[in-house]
């Protein structure tokens, strides 16, 4: 990669600086010294944090917004016309997409780089809490806040890095891992890859870039990133048999957590307790487990993490109960992502009452997603009693398709007795008008979904003072 080292530069203009790859970025550069600028399409909670760091952010793209920069930094949703980047251009000034910003933070570290289709986030987070607990004091770069830190990244003091590796517009391949954690593959990003061998290719050339006497730790459930050809050590986990790091048992321990039991590779079983929810975060925890005993950290250590990492935000986080009915929010839009978390609330969530319902408001992320995994969609809601889908989210620099499916295509495909497609502002209505004490309301996807809670909450407190 060519372009000014990040660990040396004096000013970065960060153009979509409020989004959930460039806030840890800018995190990490404010933290460091750097006088940081940047610009995003509307404010957002996070980027308050960002100002008290010392941060100019304007909203809204204007080449105004641009001053001195020793470089300016994009993320791949900002067009080539954006007037931030052409003025970047008429200036001189260099320009990084953020994965080769990113990369340029890795160069004089030692990197690991967390991959895969679903549990990037949660699983970088806990390397990254269990390197901090070990006294490790790592720089982590997450796609999501970390609910221990309130922050997305942070700059530590060691040679460690732990970060999120993207696959979207092959991001990840702009970074060079010491040891590479893949979690999973599976078919998505169709509309950017055209065929899931291609996305595939792209997995096996991440793995390629494993540095030399790294480690590559992989789940050995998933068949595909188990194919994978790696060129340094492997590492597996799972609850495969020939997993290295075998889950032998996951027992649900209600609202406050689970509890795992590991075998290890020299066959003694462990038992960790974990704040984390559903028995896909078993898969996550086993995954941080086999990377802290790669590294060497002490049991100790690694029970402490495990113990007080309090997850991600927007993963099944619960946000509010009004009537004794349990409103929860979650990121999860893909149907492999939908059937794990419905399945974490249906162990952790008994029911309150004789009739318990689960709800779930649901904003599909890119219609192009939802029609490329049409026939998963259609059944990966059978856990929930009442499916209000929402129109699709479409984030910026993502086209409408025709080849896009909308919310009533979504409900035309499903067999589920109760499934509507309804606005946002009627799906609220609906549930206040029907949700029952005891029952459990999950807003999902990716998008801005996540608005609509409070609303719903005030809803909810609106319906019951009027029937009390």
Request: charged content about 20%; aromatic content about 6%; some cysteine.
């Amino acid at each position: 990669m060519t372009g000014p080292d990040l660990d040396t530069i004096r000013s970065a203009h960060l153009v979509g600086i409020g989004g959930a790859a460039m806030t840890p970025l800018a995190t990490i550069l404010l933290q460091n010294g750097v006088q940081v600028s940047g610009s995003d399409l509307t404010d957002a909670p996070h980027l308050a944090t960002l100002r008290a760091l010392g941060g100019s952010i304007a909203i809204g793209h204007r080449k105004e917004n641009l001053g001195p920069a020793d470089v300016v930094v994009v993320s791949s949703a900002v067009p080539d016309d954006n007037p931030e980047l052409v003025a970047a251009h008429a200036h001189g000034i260099p320009v990084l997409k953020h994965s080769q910003a990113l990369g340029s933070l890795m160069r004089r570290r030692r990197p690991i780089a967390v991959a895969g289709t679903h549990g990037k986030s949660t699983t970088t987070a806990l390397i990254a809490h269990l390197l901090d607990c070990a006294g490790w004091d790592p720089t982590f770069h997450v796609g999501a806040e970390l609910v221990n830190y309130d922050l997305f990244g942070r700059l530590g003091k060691s040679d460690w890095i732990v970060a999120e590796a993207d696959e979207f517009d092959r991001r990840f391949l702009d970074y060079d891992p010491e040891v590479i954690v893949i979690t999973n593959v599976e078919p998505d990003h169709l509309d950017y890859y055209g065929s899931f061998e291609a996305l595939v290719q792209a997995f096996q050339d991440f793995a390629n870039r494993l540095r030399p006497g790294g480690v590559a730790v992989i789940c050995a459930d998933n068949p595909t990133a188990a194919s994978l050809a790696i060129p340094g050590s492997r590492r597996t986990y799972g609850a495969s048999d020939e997993a290295d790091w075998q889950i032998t048992k996951w027992e649900p321990r209600g609202v406050d957590g689970s509890r795992i039991v590991l075998r290890s590779p020299r066959g003694a079983s462990e038992t960790y307790d974990l704040r984390l929810l559903g028995r896909h975060n078993a898969f996550n925890a086993a995954a941080a487990v086999a990377v802290a005993d790669h590294l060497g950290i002490s049991a100790s250590a690694v029970h402490e993490s495990l113990t007080t990492f309090r997850g991600v935000r927007r993963r099944l986080e619960e946000v509010g109960r009004v009537g004794n009915i349990t409103v929860i929010d979650d990121y999860g839009h893909h149907p492999t992502e939908v059937r794990a978390s419905l399945s974490a609330v249906r162990a952790h969530w008994p029911a309150a009452s004789a009739r318990s319902d689960l709800w779930v408001l649901y904003q599909p992320h890119t219609e192009h997603r939802t029609a490329s995994l049409l026939d998963e969609f259609a059944g990966c809601f059978a856990l929930a009693e009442h499916v209000l889908v929402a129109p699709a989210y479409m984030p910026a620099g993502r086209v409408l398709s025709t080849d896009g499916a909308r919310a009533q295509d979504l409900i035309s495909a499903m067999s589920h007795p109760d499934a509507r497609a309804l606005s946002t502002d009627s799906a609220v209505a609906a549930i206040a008008e029907e949700a029952q004490p005891g029952d459990v309301v999950v807003v999902m996807g990716a998008g801005d979904i996540w608005q609509v809670e409070q609303p719903l909450l005030d809803a909810l407190q609106a319906h019951v003072r009027a029937l009390t």
